[in-house]
């Protein structure tokens, strides 16, 4: 994802962009019982916060979770609100990070 100029200038280039590389075989250990507990998430928002982590769409998530696209936009809304986060970009890299310090050593 291309990062903001007002980033770039910290890294002494004229523009950036951020590479999120996956491995879905050794997904991010993240239950969504941990984030209810971190963040005080409802059992909806976690899921949400998981199935977003895992860089599913927000109509996919609606589908699997099988509630309206408005629900889940509701959901993400207090997700951010409770993370302080904004995008969802912001979101997975937070969730990321939180994941990768719970995850035992390889």
Do not use: C, W
């Not at 200038?9 to 523009?15: M, T």
């Not at 941990?34 to 977003?52: G, H, N, S």
């Not at 936009?73 to 609100?81: A, P, Y």
């Amino acid at each position: 994802m291309p990062l903001r100029s007002g980033h770039a200038r910290f890294l002494n280039a004229p523009a950036a962009a951020l590479v999120l590389i996956f491995d879905h075989e050794r997904e991010a250990r993240l239950p969504p019982a941990d984030l209810q507990e971190v963040y005080d998430f409802t059992p909806a928002e976690a899921e949400v916060a998981v199935r977003v982590l895992r860089g599913h769409g927000l109509q996919y998530v609606a589908d699997e979770l099988r509630v309206t696209l408005s629900t889940v936009r509701v959901h993400l809304q207090r997700v951010f609100e409770k993370t302080g986060t904004h995008r969802q970009a912001e979101l997975v890299r937070m969730l990321v990070e939180l994941a990768t310090t719970n995850m035992p050593d390889a």
